[in-house]
């Protein structure tokens, strides 16, 4: 069942848009062009929940990538004769070239910034098909002859219908396959902690340019699709307005899922239709809906259908916080500590790090033996964070050398750490809100590169071997830290605790040989800290992983573990065993502000 349950929800918004094909077909032919403007319109807006929702990026140049769909597969049968097929397949390289080019400077950008970006790309598109008269025709227009495909000439408004519908219909299974697998995940996490989603393989100006060709594609077939069915193409119809309006599809009908942007393209679009007795009102109607939504209802359509879903399921929400509670309390068995290999694994050496006239980090040298334990303390502004980037890829040293197993880090970037066997937790805790419990760790697994993730994304909805895998390593990671039962609940719900433990869990998924722990139990209720502490010692001792703690509660630090490294002005001061060190007259001094003489 629960296969049959994954099927229908990959391909539920694809038979939706069949189906009003099918309605349609059966309407006259006024309904049958409305429906036709309507499913282009859906298409549209499935395609900007890619780039608006998942991306969280504004775009105001949706028009002017509808026109280039629209006239690439329009001038290519005027002016070359080419079939129609062949001219949407031109229609989606020049969207992708499109989105490309939009991307260059957008993923620099965002905010307004972004929005001047693309408004800047809106208006320079239709500048030049306006002025190209001789391509174009410039604004006069041009005649869109009727296509032929396999013999076949679309003529009659049913005959569109039905083109635009299958077609339409296949662009958005495609669309809800990215979205709904691996790709879409992967770009909501690095929309929603750039930080975090590096850490973990995601390129997130890869993702980004990603977003917006994928995006760009889908409006630019939308736009050859359609560029038939209106017969008369001028670049008036593409101005900066209908961006306007189109960028209020995902906003109304809900930015985060395709059945959002199907909601709000479909119904914006056939609104209209509607309100032609007051139509002297329309655009106060629709700004008065956008502000609604945005006030009210952020999540846009969908969210107020969820919420009328979710009175019925209450009790079971209710079922669900209980067993949050009990995960909470969960008690963890330690494990037999396994002696620690005297090997280095982590070799921290002179490194060096100046803020301008600040030394932060002076010389600085430390050891994490394979399988050890190691920990770094230190007053405010002792240079740990800095260190600690440092090792972690987010800050680049100015001298020294940092080396795991003997290959040199400071050339890498951060998420190629993930690929060596280096993971990390965070001091604010970085799981990524939206997506559930089982997500965040299936993205702990590092294997999330944009072309890698498209083949997860088909691999998720054929229900294949390597899916189920990846799906099963993740519930183990959950299990280990006592959150299996929580594995659909979204993170961003979990209590405090819980997610310093999925974190643990994204940490330990991909089997590394190191966890860097920033701050660990920073923030965490003192009940569970001692709960904490044994989970960690329970997972080094069972899976043979090294840790790298930096943390300000010397307590949890000194049972955790096995050696310690106190930092003072940027520099080492003091290595040695936690009851050794923090004993030196010295070190508390530093730390606690204690007399030396005392």
Request: aromatic residues 6%; charged residues 15%; contains cysteine.
């Amino acid at each position: 069942m629960s296969d049959l349950r994954r099927v229908l929800a990959g391909i539920g918004p694809a038979l939706v848009l069949l189906a009003l094909t099918a309605l349609g077909l059966g309407l006259d032919n006024y309904p049958k062009f409305v429906i036709s403007i309507a499913l282009v319109s859906m298409l549209v807006g499935a395609s900007l929940v890619v780039l608006v929702g998942l991306a969280r990026c504004i775009t105001l140049a949706a028009a002017s990538v509808m026109a280039i769909g629209a006239y690439t597969s329009s001038l290519l049968a005027i002016h070359l004769g080419i079939p129609y097929l062949i001219g949407l397949a031109g229609a989606l390289l020049t969207g992708a070239l499109a989105g490309w080019l939009i991307a260059l400077p957008g993923t620099r950008f965002r905010g307004h910034n972004l929005a001047m970006v693309t408004l800047v790309f809106q208006s320079v598109c239709i500048i030049l098909i306006r002025e190209a008269k001789s391509l174009t025709g410039g604004a006069e227009g041009i005649h869109v002859p009727a296509p032929t495909l396999f013999g076949w000439t679309v003529r009659t408004d049913g005959d569109f219908l039905l083109l635009i519908g299958v077609f339409s219909a296949l662009a958005v299974l495609v669309l809800t396959v990215l979205v709904r697998g691996a790709f879409g995940k992967n770009l909501q996490a690095a929309a929603g902690n750039e930080v975090a989603a590096e850490a973990f393989g995601v390129s997130v100006p890869a993702y980004l340019t990603a977003a917006f060709v994928v995006s760009s594609i889908g409006i630019a077939f939308a736009g050859a699709l359609s560029a038939p069915r209106v017969r008369i193409l001028d670049p008036d119809s593409y101005g900066v307005l209908p961006s306007i309006f189109m960028l209020a599809y995902p906003i109304v009908g809900g930015m985060h899922s395709i059945w959002g942007g199907l909601l709000g393209g479909g119904g914006l679009r056939m609104l209209p239709e509607v309100l032609r007795p007051v139509a002297d009102y329309q655009e106060l109607f629709f700004a008065s809906l956008v502000i609604v939504v945005v006030m009210f209802f952020p999540g846009g359509l969908v969210e107020l259908i969820r919420r009328a879903v979710s009175v019925v399921r209450r009790p079971a929400d209710d079922r669900r916080a209980a067993s949050e509670h009990t995960a909470a309390r969960r008690p963890a068995t330690v494990q037999p500590i396994v002696a620690e290999s005297p090997e280095p694994l982590l070799q921290v050496a002179g490194v060096d790090k100046h803020f301008g006239a600040l030394h932060a980090v002076n010389s600085a040298r430390l050891v994490v033996p394979v399988g050890g334990i190691h920990g770094l303390i230190g007053p405010n502004g002792a240079g740990k964070t800095s260190l600690f980037n440092i090792v972690s890829g987010f800050l680049p040293a100015d001298a020294g050398r940092v080396t795991f197993d003997g290959t040199s880090l400071l050339d890498l970037a951060a998420r190629d750490r993930i690929r060596l066997g280096i993971t990390r937790t965070f001091q604010h805790v970085a799981v990524f809100g939206q997506l559930s419990c089982l997500d965040n760790v299936i993205i702990g697994r590092g294997r999330n590169g944009v072309l890698a993730a498209v083949g997860q994304s088909l691999d998720e909805f054929r229900g294949s071997a390597h899916a189920a895998a990846a799906r099963n390593e993740a519930l183990a990671a959950l299990d280990a830290v006592g959150l299996a039962d929580l594995a659909r609940t979204p993170a961003g719900s979990l209590s405090l605790g819980n997610q310093r433990r999925l974190e643990i869990a994204r940490a330990i998924v991909s089997d590394p040989r190191l966890i860097l722990l920033d701050e660990p139990v920073s923030g965490v209720a003192e009940a569970e800290i001692d709960d904490l502490r044994e989970l960690l010692l329970r997972i080094n001792a069972e899976r043979k992983i090294a840790m790298l703690v930096v943390e300000h509660n010397i307590p949890f630090v000194a049972k955790l573990c096995r050696s310690l490294s106190v930092m003072g002005a940027g520099a080492i001061v003091a290595e040695g065993t936690p009851a050794d060190v923090i004993a030196l007259p010295a070190v508390r001094q530093l730390y606690f502000g204690e007399d030396v003489a005392a």
